[in-house]
């Protein structure tokens, strides 16, 4: 029995969809066939803008604290791309590690390379913003 719309994709998409992606080698030409993790993640918000537009400012404003790895000044001062999640402790997990990790929905990513996993990282903190 489905229990919810997300149970519910997940089991349509195992069922029917992923053996035709499997068939067809559409994740050798497309995008990577999806796992559970892309299915269970909490959602997520991105921000895009020009650098010194208040990105990271933004983000510390609505955590009411720092974040690892976060700073702020006139120059561009962030030179990549950032997440910033929830986690035991403060810490920064570089891209290239998160991307492959199996309980992270950020698989998809490697398709990028390594030029572009290099400049991705991940920030985590506890905090009751980022868990719930």
């Known amino acids: 029995?489905?229990?919810?719309?997300?149970?519910?994709?997940k089991r349509l998409y195992i069922e029917k969809l992923k053996p035709l992606e499997v068939a067809y080698r559409f994740n050798d030409f497309a995008s990577p066939l999806?796992?559970?993790?892309?299915?269970?993640?909490?959602?997520?918000?991105?921000?895009?803008?020009?650098?010194?537009?208040?990105?990271?400012?933004?983000?510390?404003?609505?955590?009411?604290?720092?974040f690892p790895g976060a700073h702020i000044g006139?120059?561009?001062?962030?030179?990549?791309?950032?997440?910033?999640m929830s986690g035991s402790d403060e810490r920064t997990v570089p891209g290239n590690t998160i991307a492959v990790q199996a309980d992270m929905p950020f698989n998809g990513?490697?398709?990028?390379?390594?030029?572009?996993?290099?400049k991705f990282e991940c920030s985590q903190m506890p905090h009751p913003v980022s868990i719930n």
């Open 34 to 66: 999806l796992t559970n993790s892309d299915f269970d993640a909490k959602p997520m918000v991105m921000l895009l803008g020009q650098y010194s537009t208040g990105k990271t400012t933004f983000i510390k404003h609505l955590l009411k604290s720092n």
């Open 1 to 9: 029995a489905v229990t919810s719309v997300i149970d519910g994709l």
């Open 109 to 118: 990513l490697t398709t990028f390379g390594g030029a572009f996993l290099s």
């Open 74 to 84: 006139p120059e561009p001062t962030t030179d990549r791309f950032v997440v910033v």
